[in-house]
């Protein structure tokens, strides 16, 4: 089984790179949509900022090939700005996204009191039961780096954060997982997560 890391050069590659060889994976990271066609999965990372992502979907044509992709019924796992990429819409830009789950992207408000974009670890609930949380315990902390989060029907929820306010910080739906956290930077929970996408349900 391999799986393709999407590049489109948004994304902190070298952390899932180091990740995949830690659980040998077998795993090609291409910005070329004829080489990841044939992977068995997708992981869609990405740092940075929305309008620009977009554009570079589009220049190398990532944007329609992980739509298509994504209708076939294939595993694709996106990691934070790769989570609000797969969305409908941006506040960031107001931006077009790839529409693939439907949903918006919100900018924390900044009358909160808390310093955006939110740094480092916190805590996830989760909403309901899912394979990517296999033997990880609840509430357990992971990695979060951002000034926007997902709004999506509640459907598609299966983990929270607190961060002012209470959002979706984990997604499914159908084949599609998204997590606006890193889990490649989340230590031994992150990996455990990245594996139990690898080994699916």
Request: hydrophobic share 35%.
């Amino acid at each position: 089984m391999v799986t393709g890391v999407v590049d489109y050069k948004a994304g902190n590659l070298k952390s899932i790179e180091n990740a995949l060889k830690n659980l040998n994976a077998d795993f090609i990271i291409s910005d070329d949509p004829k080489k990841l066609k044939n992977c068995d999965k997708l992981i869609f990372p990405g740092v940075g900022e929305a309008s620009s992502a977009m554009r570079n979907l589009s220049k190398y044509g990532l944007d329609q090939f992980l739509r298509e992709y994504a209708k076939k019924g294939n595993p694709l796992l996106g990691i934070c700005l790769g989570t609000q990429i797969i969305l409908s819409w941006s506040e960031e830009g107001n931006t077009e996204c790839l529409n693939i789950v439907d949903g918006k992207v919100q900018l924390f408000d900044k009358n909160m009191g808390l310093k955006i974009p939110q740094i480092g670890w916190n805590t996830v609930r989760y909403v309901k039961p899912h394979y990517l949380f296999k033997d990880i315990p609840n509430h357990s902390s992971f990695y979060f780096v951002h000034s926007y989060y997902p709004n999506v029907k509640k459907e598609f929820t299966i983990g929270e954060c607190e961060y002012g306010i209470a959002f979706t910080c984990a997604i499914s739906r159908d084949n599609i997982c998204a997590l606006q956290f890193h889990p490649e930077k989340s230590g031994r929970h992150g990996l455990k997560l990245i594996n139990n996408f690898l080994k699916g349900e």
